[in-house]
């Protein structure tokens, strides 16, 4: 018990071993995981990033156009970096070591996604149904005029067999 | 995994002889649906190297009543408990309320039709 | 007879880390009978796992079960669902569970002591183990990139791979600690006031525990001596890598610190001929399959061992997932062992039994 009590004046004289964090520094390892990044020029817009995201972190938008856009939500994101090990392409996505700062309350960040994932959903499927009734036009319109095509070169067959 | 079929008039008598304190480890109940039916499985493990993991099922209907196995398996009471509430089932001798709240929904791991 | 009291020691209380109640009836300080509510942290998880995520997804959702031991709710996922599309890990991924583990096995034993003894009234001791743990937080931060939700495992292998620079300043923190952990050893061993708190303490006999089927570092301190890692070796080659199994006899709170203490030595040396020996392989195995069948795995996290059942049914969505906790192993004896003890050494009884209700109310 004399041990206990020698040690305990001894760490009276020695100096305390918290760091005070916002104020000094902590370890930080230089492969921590930390922000997803997205290069735009290298992605070929698979989406497979999207449908292995385990909280739905990512989603790709699309306009009438057909270009794609990539949303990412950093408060949902748990960093495990499943996106980068799904992506085909190496480099259009990648997982960079800086901490993810907070959200501020008029950033919306809950609430406002939510809505951003539903309206991009529907704006793919806007999309894909305009895409396809172009499609059924473009066929019915092919369809029309081979249909006219065969219609004159029949005529002209009969008048030149009318003629001789 | 050594699967065993038992049914429900026979499972004390097949888990009695099976089961030597000294030799046995039981591990804990479970409950799949198959189709219209349930399958209720209980786990044992050997304490030697290298062990095998036992497990004894059957297959019932959703409202029998199970024989509970407290006499022979003393622990065996926190996971019939469990699978009360989750499942909605009725083994003998054990109430609801262990788990969920009684105004909750009762079997919500039972599949939604 | 002496007149009967119901004192809980509730949801809340000053002492406690987990969320458990337990109502005593005493006579005269002495506890008589138990009833425990262990429920409150129900999170519906194994309900999630089989509707709303695919089975690759699915080692990350289960990998929040609990905080202190993500590491092995992850792996024994990832070795389920190996089972059930029938693929085998390469032997660089096993080496490399095997570390985290044991580097998981460090904190959590250091975490479970510095609480015993902050119960047991020696606040000095617990800022001291705090400390000494402070250096396996900063090492899986470096291996795995994260202090606490370390998603190392997948299905098919491991996310991350080990530098050189990591492994060698591994060897060098633990060389630094041994001295550190000889010096807690003395403590925990001699001290004479936590002797008097410690030593008979919520006592259980093996008879006991072999009929209550207790798991973990209860059960070895009792004298029982089961362990997960002695009777498993198709998945994970522990006993290549320097395997012991640790035992104690007396059942009381004294031996279970000794029990944990002395795992630490095992946990160091399987760790130091893991990084000496790692061989040379690829990290991941690459299946399109989709899970068939049904499969069962063990795994001695760091309370007792850890049961996972799993059946799939060709889907991407798996049809039944079934975690067993160690603390819901040890709930019944727990409420055993109280009987004949003090209302006052509720507290310490509660730590040394190391309970984690997130995993044991997923």
Redesign the interface.
Known sequence: MMKTFFKTIGNVFKKPVTTKYPFEKTFIPDDYRGLIGFDENLCIWCRRCEMVCPPGAIVFSQDMEGKQTYHFNRAVCIYCGECVRACPKEGAIFQTAEPAPCALKAENINNGWNKLYAEALESRELYAAEKKRKAAEKAAADKAAAAKKEEENKQAGENQSGAV | ?NKIETTLVDLKKDIAAFYK??LH????M?A??VGDKIEI?W?F???????E?T?FFALINPAEQIPSIKDI???A???EAELVDLMNINIENTAKG???EPDFESG??RKKK | MAKQYEIPIGAQHISLLEPLHFKFTTENEKIVKTDA?V?YV?R?I??ACCSKFKFRQVSFVVGRVCGLCSISHTTAYSQVAEKLVKIEVPKRAKYLRMLVIELDRIHSHLLCLSHVAENSGFEALFMKTMQYREFSMELLEAVCGNRIQYDFSIVGGVARDLKPQVAQSIMERLKKFMPQLDELVDIYKNNWTLLLKNKGAGAITKEDA????VVGPFARAAGL??DVR?????LLPWKEVGYEMITETGGDVYARNMVRLRELYVSIRIIENIINGLPETPLITETKAFPDGE??V?LEAPRG?L?Y?A?GNKTQVL??L?I?APT??N???MAEAFTGNEYGSAPAIIASYDPCLSCT?R
Not at chain 2, 45 to 51: E, F, I, K, T, V
């Open positions: 995994m304190p000294d480890h039981f591990m804990v479970n799949v649906e499985q786990f493990s050997d304490y030697a190297y290298p062990c993991t497990c398996v003393v622990s009471w926190v996971a262990f788990v969920l919500p791991l | 509510n429920y129900h519906g194994e309900q072999m009929r209550l089927n001596a089961v002695n009777e498993t070796e198709d499969a069962t063990r061992e049961f059942y059946k049809e039944r079934k067993k819901f192993s709930v019944a004896a109310a």
